[in-house]
């Protein structure tokens, strides 16, 4: 199911495009978009990334917007690269590596991996890397990860969990982490009992 952001960008995107292709009922346009491109009847059977992403794809080709085509057709990527970044962050932070940055360091491993392209321009050219490569560098990281957590002898959930800071004790070698702080709602629903 969407976001209320992505709802709202949705409905905004389906009115430029049936605009755009001159599409008497927008409702049946739609309908039409979500059985093409999903298979699905309903709005709440879309799902937040992939399906959104192949949504909005097709919207800006509708519409003609090309900059929202070309910002659609690599979010998987992007979001890949995030990942990867943030994989690095929490490597280097079980390292004790503060002086560090994640760009750096990811560049390193792809120089020791061979995944490294010829022609490197700037410290972030990694974000340019094939899919696959970039998948096979975040499990690069994430495997090092849990290797840092188990010498650590942290024998908790070793699952990735995005955005988690990692905090080493360095006097008694314990690990603990702190988590991102949970979004709240938008608004608090009160019931009152009569």
């Given at each position: 199911?969407?976001?209320?952001?992505?709802?709202?960008?949705?409905?905004?995107?389906?009115a430029?495009?049936?605009?755009?292709?001159?599409?008497?009922?927008?409702?049946?346009?739609?309908?039409?978009?979500?059985?093409?491109?999903?298979?699905?009847?309903?709005?709440?059977?879309?799902?937040?990334t992939?399906?959104?992403?192949?949504?909005?794809?097709?919207?800006?080709?509708?519409?003609?917007?090309?900059?929202?085509?070309?910002?659609?057709?690599?979010?998987?990527?992007?979001?890949?690269?995030?990942?990867?970044?943030?994989?690095?962050t929490?490597?280097?932070?079980?390292?004790?590596?503060?002086?560090?940055?994640?760009?750096?360091?990811?560049?390193?491993?792809?120089?020791?991996?061979?995944?490294?392209?010829?022609?490197?321009?700037?410290?972030?050219?990694?974000?340019?890397?094939?899919?696959?490569?970039?998948?096979?560098?975040?499990?690069?990281?994430?495997?090092?990860?849990?290797?840092?957590?188990?010498?650590?002898?942290?024998?908790?959930?070793?699952?990735?969990?995005?955005?988690?800071?990692?905090?080493?004790?360095?006097?008694?070698?314990?690990?603990?982490?702190?988590?991102?702080?949970?979004?709240?709602?938008?608004?608090?629903?009160?019931?009152?009992?009569?």
């Open positions: 199911m969407l976001t209320k952001k992505q709802a709202a960008l949705f409905w905004r995107f389906l430029v495009a049936a605009e755009r292709q001159a599409v008497p009922d927008r409702e049946a346009y739609r309908k039409r978009i979500l059985r093409e491109e999903l298979g699905i009847e309903h709005m709440r059977d879309i799902g937040r992939g399906d959104f992403d192949r949504l909005m794809l097709r919207l800006a080709q509708d519409a003609e917007d090309w900059h929202s085509l070309a910002y659609y057709s690599v979010a998987g990527e992007r979001r890949l690269a995030d990942l990867v970044a943030d994989c690095a929490q490597v280097l932070d079980l390292s004790a590596q503060d002086a560090v940055f994640p760009l750096a360091y990811i560049g390193g491993v792809l120089r020791q991996s061979g995944m490294s392209p010829i022609r490197v321009v700037g410290s972030d050219y990694w974000l340019d890397l094939a899919p696959d490569d970039l998948a096979r560098l975040l499990q690069i990281l994430d495997t090092h990860r849990r290797r840092l957590l188990k010498r650590a002898h942290y024998d908790q959930n070793l699952a990735y969990v995005h955005g988690r800071r990692w905090i080493v004790d360095t006097c008694d070698n314990r690990v603990c982490f702190e988590d991102p702080p949970a979004p709240q709602p938008a608004f608090k629903v009160n019931i009152l009992s009569a």
